[in-house]
Structures are given as structure tokens and as C-alpha cells.
């Protein structure tokens, strides 16, 4: 008998609301296993997770399953529930709608991982926005800009 067989590797970006950098070095680790814990519950498989004070990035090879908006659904309400809960700030913590999520070839995960472990080194030389801008277009996605993350700069160069 046939069986199915699948292979997908998914890079995911989200940030947190306004932009505001609330995610502390403090807790960060401890975010980073938790929604770990909902990425294996749920099936798949955590390859990387790379945490900034306003955004983060997951690595995972995907189990199709599970349609990706309801994942990203879930690693959201889970992880923002956690932080409220956990009061871990002190300010009104929640995702900002909307994500990016990027496919990618077995052959790309070595530098994807690297990619994601390496995101305060990386955002050392560019910001976020400059950042989100450049997956964009190495991935050929057209985009309205009123339908980007909300920057602190309104205006996009």
C-alpha cells in the first residue's frame, strides 16, 4: 500500500504589538520553551527560535497537518495567555496581527538555524524593519506596506 510523505521546513515572524519592546532577557529563555511546548504539541518540530525584545523568529519543520494559521493562532493566544498570566511585564503585552511565514529547501536549514540564533548579533547592523523588508523580497513577496507590521516609524523608505 502507498503511503504520504512530506517534508517541510517553515520560518515563521511575528512581532509584538506596536512594536514595543517588552519581551525581556530576563524571560526571553523561558518564553523561547514554552512556545516550544505548543510547536511539539502540536506536531511539529522546533529547529530554531530566536527571541527579540520586539519580535521573534521560529524554525520548524512543519507537520502538515495542522493548517499554519491555526498554529500560528495557537503559538499567540498560548504565549500571550503565559505572559499576562506570569506577569512578566508590567505593560499590556499581546502580538501584533498578521505574520510572516517562509518556506525553505532541507539544503537552507543549517543557515536558517544559524540565521535565527545569531538575531542580536544580526540586529547589531539592521533593524527589524530592515530586516522583515529583506525576507520579503529574497522571497519575492509583494506586499502593501499598510498591511506590513506596525513600525515605529510610520513612513517606510
Known sequence: MANTYTQCYLHMVFAVKNRDSLISKNWKESLEKYITGIIQGEGHKL??????????????GYNMNQLIPELVEKIKTSSNKWIKVNRLTPFDFSWQKGYGCFSHSQSQIDSVVNYI??????????????????????????????????????KMD
Do not use: C, R
Open 117 to 154: 540564533l545569531n538575531q542580536e548579533a544580526h540586529h547589531e547592523k539592521k533593524s527589524f524593519k530592515e530586516e522583515y523588508l529583506d525576507i520579503l523580497a529574497k522571497n519575492s513577496v509583494t506586499f502593501d506596506v499598510k498591511y506590513l507590521f506596525d513600525f515605529l516609524d510610520a
Open 47 to 60: 529547529l530554531s527560535i530566536g527571541t527579540m525584545p520586539d519580535h521573534i523568529h521560529i524554525f520548524i
